[in-house]
């Protein structure tokens, strides 16, 4: 009985603190020539993703399309709304429809 306790009470501890969001905003410096290239390419350069870094996101060309699939989209077929989702990259818990149309749920930092 001890050791399921203790093996519960180490769980507990190990869950949260895998769900922690002590990370630093602003980890990274933004680098110029990438903010220009992300520019150039029709994308907005900021700060996203648990890890606070400076990334490109992008918009997609068929953002909005109605989808029943993943094969359908660029990126995401989003199961909520059945459409495209309009940029890349995407953080967070995302659900949505892979290649099949079955629905999956992915969480990016």
């Not at 203790?6 to 895998?18: E, G, K």
């Not at 990438?34 to 400076?54: D, F, L, N």
């Amino acid at each position: 009985m001890r050791l399921i306790t203790a093996t519960m009470l180490f769980l507990s501890f190990a869950i949260q603190a895998s769900c922690q969001t002590d990370i630093q905003p602003g980890a990274d410096k933004p680098n110029a020539s990438g903010k220009q290239v992300c520019e150039a390419k029709g994308g907005t350069y900021e700060v996203a993703g648990r890890a606070r870094s400076h990334v490109c996101i992008l918009p997609l060309p068929d953002a909005g399309k109605t989808c029943e699939t993943a094969s359908e989209c660029v990126g995401f077929c989003l199961s909520d709304t059945k459409q495209c989702s309009a940029v890349t990259p995407q953080f967070g818990c995302i659900s949505h429809l892979d290649r099949v149309g079955r629905l999956q749920t992915i969480c990016i930092d």
